[in-house]
């Protein structure tokens, strides 16, 4: 007989979240903290979504979405889950760029950006001032008004280095391009401007292991290989949802599912206002990624001291070709044994943006070949930076759009949600239909670790509130019965 992966689950919670996202795991702790009744489903065995990792065979651990995060993640740490895990952030000092326009290597922070800026791209002192001061004043409750690229146009015109220089990896960290709203630029590209690019000592695997833990403690009712069909509404008002054909009944659902998805298929569109529905179907979902995995063999290491490689072949920056199946750019991700302290392991992890489209039309037999053919291109390109790599490294494995659709449902794959205009929409759920709510990438500036995180933070505290308000009602009724 099947596992019935929802035995002894109640019949009734305060907030249902749908998906273990950080978002979602983040929202599900806080609620729960907060006194709430809390039930996460999650469809995968693991949880995480992007934020997850696998080990294989030979003692290998790869991560998927460990490349990078700005420092605010330590504040996010240290007072929505631990001090333990706070402490454990650490920073990447060796981030390096490589291309026909230039080799820098940076700490990634104002102070050595101003200073590459200023004596190898050869800007004034007072326009990079400028330029930083503009981008850290922008934050998410301001009107669009310019896009990325009038932004460098007004600041750096002409310079295809600079922009290259300062938008490649926020291209990778987000998937913003040049047309994109400037805020999505300002806001990411501030946030590790502040300090630097840093990381998690202990791997993603130690880090949800720590999440799940925490979650436990304060009883959230964690279940996975729970898939959640669908969300009841009645009367504007959310009832509760069906999980692996069974129904629950609940106050709120928090849903850390695309938000497109928790529309059109979760709730279904006909419970919405027709103009909120129009909105929602002009969302265009942002694009996805590749990976290759190379796991280093027991005993061996590699010389390379770098943490972060932008690395392109591209003659400048160019969104079409950073997204083409023809790779030019990746961003090479180098795991040193301080990752993981006692293990003297190593990987690396090669990430690109792609399209879905460019995936999903093949046959198995093709599928295989281009998975293959990107592994091989991916080792070519790296030998011209650790020239031993094939004979290093023992296991080597491929990601497309299509796995991460597989593993995170999200359509196409998409690695950071939705574009800007999605941020609206999710934000607009409640007001549509009584205790909904989304929260997980969307609108670019809510992905990425930290984006995620604090998102979940923001929607659940809207959560709480509503769930105090209902409470407070009920009362009333008792009370004057
Ligand atoms: C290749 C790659 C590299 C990245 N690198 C970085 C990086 O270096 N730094 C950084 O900050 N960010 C990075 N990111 C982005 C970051 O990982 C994500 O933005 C973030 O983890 C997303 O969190 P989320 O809350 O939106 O949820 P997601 O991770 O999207 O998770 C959603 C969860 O919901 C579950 N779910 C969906 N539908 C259902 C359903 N119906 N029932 C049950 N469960 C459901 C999914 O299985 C999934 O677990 C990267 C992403 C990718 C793909």
């Not at 290998?60 to 454990?88: C, E, N, Q």
């Not at 080792?379 to 031993?388: G, H, Q």
């Not at 505290?461 to 769930?467: A, C, F, G, Q, R």
């Amino acid at each position: 007989m099947a596992r019935d992966w929802l035995k002894g689950a109640k019949q009734n919670y305060d907030t249902i979240v749908i998906g273990s996202g950080l978002g979602g795991m983040t929202s599900a702790n806080l609620l729960a903290k907060l006194g709430h009744n809390v039930l996460l489903a999650e469809h995968h065995y693991n949880l995480g979504g992007m934020a997850t990792w696998f080990k294989r065979k030979g003692g290998h651990v790869l991560d998927i979405s460990l490349h990078g995060f700005p420092i605010g993640m330590i504040k996010t740490f240290r007072k929505y889950w631990s001090k333990d895990m706070a402490d454990r952030v650490i920073q990447l000092k060796n981030i390096r760029f490589d291309n026909p326009q230039f080799s820098v290597n940076t700490t990634f922070d104002r102070v050595d950006f101003t200073d590459l800026l200023e004596n190898h791209f050869g800007i004034m002192k007072e326009v990079i001032d400028e330029f930083f001061n503009t981008v850290r004043e922008m934050n998410f409750y301001d009107e669009i008004k310019i896009s990325t690229r009038d932004l460098f146009e007004r600041f750096f015109p002409g310079r295809k280095d600079v922009w290259r220089f300062l938008m490649e990896p926020i291209t990778y960290a987000n998937g913003s391009t040049l047309d994109d709203p400037a805020l999505t630029y300002g806001i990411v590209f501030s946030n590790f401007m502040s300090k630097g690019v840093f990381t998690y000592q202990g791997g993603t695997d130690q880090l949800i292991k720590e999440m799940k833990h925490e979650m436990e403690s304060n009883g959230v009712d964690i279940r996975t290989h729970c898939l959640v069909e669908k969300i009841y509404v009645e009367d504007g008002k959310v009832k509760g949802v069906r999980i692996n054909g069974r129904d629950i009944e609940c106050k709120t659902v928090l849903s850390n599912a695309n938000i497109t998805t928790t529309i059109q298929h979760l709730v279904g569109e006909e419970h919405f206002k027709p103009e909120f529905v129009d909105e929602a179907q002009k969302v265009r979902l942002n694009t996805s990624s590749c990976q290759v995995y190379m796991g280093i063999k027991r005993g061996e290491k590699i010389d390379y001291d770098g943490d972060l490689l932008f690395s392109s072949v591209a003659d400048e920056y160019d969104t079409d070709k950073i997204l083409a199946k023809d790779v030019t750019s990746r961003t090479f991700s180098f795991y040193h044994p301080f990752i993981r302290p006692g293990g003297n392991r190593y990987s690396i992890v090669s990430s690109t943006n792609a399209r879905y489209e460019d995936w999903s039309n093949l046959s198995e037999s093709e599928y295989l070949r281009e998975k293959e053919d990107l592994i091989q291109t991916t080792l070519d390109a790296l030998e011209k930076y650790v020239p031993d790599i094939r004979k290093v490294a023992d296991y080597f494995e491929a990601a497309t759009p299509a796995t991460f659709k597989r593993y995170t449902l999200h359509p196409k794959g998409t690695s950071f949600g939705t574009k800007f205009e999605g941020l609206k929409v999710s934000r607009e759920l409640p007001n549509q239909i009584q205790g909904l709510f989304h929260t997980g990438s969307v609108g670019i500036i809510m992905s990425g670790w930290l984006g995620a995180a604090n998102y979940g933070v923001i929607v659940s505290n809207e959560v709480d509130k509503l769930l105090r308000s209902l409470n407070t009602e009920a009362s009333m009724v008792v009370t004057s019965a």
